[in-house]
């Protein structure tokens, strides 16, 4: 099952847009989220997530503002035995 992931706040790509890529990748349910600079919020949703979904996000740098947070949510995503799709095509 893959999930999807919009961040509400993402000033690049609208949420209905966002939604609607999320969609057309097959994502069966879609959760919406907020930026923290740190990706606080994405990293409790993934911690939430069952073994073996794959999560989805069109724009990864709305949810985290470094490197070295997406890297500790990667880690994160492998740790839960989930798998991440980062960057859907606009």
């Known amino acids: 099952m893959m999930i999807g992931y919009v961040s509400a ?21 879609i959760f919406y989220g907020t930026f923290s600079k740190d990706g606080t919020f994405f990293l409790q949703f993934v911690a939430r997530q069952k073994p073996g979904i794959r999560i989805a996000v069109v724009q990864m740098d709305c949810i985290v503002s470094s490197w070295r947070h997406l890297r500790d949510i990667i880690l994160q995503v492998e740790g839960s035995k989930n798998s991440l799709v980062l960057g859907l095509s606009l």
């Open 9 to 29: 706040d993402c000033p690049f790509v609208s949420r209905d847009e966002q939604k609607r890529i999320l969609e057309e990748t097959g994502c069966n349910v």
